[in-house]
């Protein structure tokens, strides 16, 4: 296949980062993570600090929705989140903002477009390889521990919080009971990969 837009996805710990980089390097390809809630911000009128925290805290997100379809804006440029209803966490505004985004960028090409859930909004694309670079908790954890100085204990619950995180943003805005290989062109373990093995891999998958 001739790849002209390529998403990767991670598991906290896996080097996932770091793979997405050295691929997006080899391609030419731009690396696209924050920029997505840069651009979202700008459309939603907001700071990318606020949409960056939206898209991992539900209650802030039912305010934003709220701000957003329903509250007047006071001179400050701030809405007053408690005088607001709070929206059914099943509304498309926000999961269409940020799905917007990202077909956007898609439709550019050259891009390696790293989280986001981007495989699910972008499923069909010509030229699209979906890839997601996962590890075992152990090895996710040892790696955590040592990048952060954590605890192996501390570590450990940093992962499991991580997962559980990513299996309610995947429900949340995409209505996915569960993430599947399926969801992905190319699935690869770091276990034992490093980072140019695992970029290697993409690579190949993606014609180079």
């Known amino acids: 296949m001739e790849c002209?837009?390529?998403t990767l996805s991670r598991s906290l710990g896996a080097l996932g980062e770091e793979v997405a980089r050295a691929v997006a390097s080899d391609l030419g390809f731009q690396y696209v993570d924050d920029q997505i809630i840069?651009?979202?911000a700008e459309q939603a009128g907001v700071s990318p600090q606020t949409i960056g925290e939206v898209e991992r805290t539900p209650p802030l997100l039912a305010r934003i929705l709220s701000g957003l379809?329903?509250?007047?804006i006071d001179p400050s440029g701030l809405t007053a989140?408690?005088?607001?209803?709070?929206p059914d966490y099943s509304s498309q505004a926000y999961r269409e903002l940020i799905a917007q985004v990202i077909r956007d960028t898609a439709a550019k090409g050259r891009a390696v477009i790293v989280a986001h859930g981007a495989s699910i909004p972008l499923a069909g694309l010509p030229g699209l390889l979906r890839v997601f670079v996962t590890?075992?908790?152990?090895?996710?954890?040892?790696?955590?521990?040592g990048q952060a100085a954590l605890s192996p204990?501390?570590?450990?619950?940093?992962i499991e919080n991580s997962d559980r995180e990513r299996h309610d943003f995947f429900r949340r805005f995409y209505g996915l009971r569960e993430e599947l290989p399926t969801h992905y062109d190319l699935v690869l373990s770091t276990d034992?990969?490093?980072v140019d093995e695992a970029a290697a891999v993409v690579l190949r998958a993606a014609g180079r």
């Open 38 to 40: 840069t651009r979202a």
């Open 81 to 86: 989140p408690e005088l607001m209803p709070l």
């Open 153 to 158: 204990r501390d570590a450990t619950h940093a």
């Open 4 to 6: 002209t837009v390529l």
């Open 135 to 145: 590890a075992s908790p152990e090895i996710r954890a040892a790696r955590i521990a």
């Open 192 to 194: 034992v990969l490093g």
């Open 69 to 72: 379809a329903l509250a007047p």
